[in-house]
């Protein structure tokens, strides 16, 4: 059994897209990684083992200017935060956005995302945020929870998020 942060897996995303750099979110589904380029609408698909299996680009998430920027999983979709106030829900067989969420509340655009299952009694929720904003707490329906303001988090250049509900102590 691996211990906590023992490397799973390496891949050199530079030389499986070889025409390619730059890479911004990635995130496993279960069966595949999905990989988005920096910047640009494309994301990517690869196997366990590193293979590229597909590239594609979904109608309405990211742009060639601002691609998706932080993906994560609920188990069943996968949310791709692109840098706006709308979260994309996408079916990863089907690779469309089957909802969406807007969090108009906020005051930046998600950049950052991690899914959490503890938020709103167990139904599920995100932490959310940008680089040097707070850490903001949203339901499934985009409603702000709470916040982790910069004084209290002090970091800055913040560009992913995750929730670690295994460590004793937590959840982080």
């Not at 530079?14 to 994301?43: H, M, R, Y």
């Amino acid at each position: 059994m691996a211990a906590l942060f023992d490397i799973q897996a390496t891949y050199n995303l530079d030389s499986s897209i070889s025409q390619l750099s730059s890479f911004a979110a990635c995130a496993w589904t279960g069966t595949e990684w999905w990989v988005s380029q920096w910047n640009k609408d494309s994301i990517y698909t690869l196997s366990p083992t590193g293979a590229v299996t597909s590239a594609f680009r979904i109608s309405g998430v990211g742009t060639t200017t601002s691609g998706v920027r932080s993906i994560t999983s609920d188990g069943t979709l996968l949310y791709l935060a692109d840098n706006t106030t709308t979260i994309k829900c996408v079916d990863p067989a089907t690779k469309t956005v089957v909802s969406t969420i807007t969090a108009v509340t906020l005051p930046f655009n998600c950049r950052a995302i991690t899914y959490d299952p503890t938020i709103a009694g167990g139904a599920g929720g995100f932490w959310v945020s940008n680089f040097n904003t707070p850490i903001v707490q949203i339901d499934r329906n985009g409603n702000l929870l709470s916040s982790i303001p910069v004084a209290t988090h002090t970091l800055t250049g913040i560009y992913g998020l995750a929730v670690d509900l295994i460590t004793a102590g937590g959840p982080f």
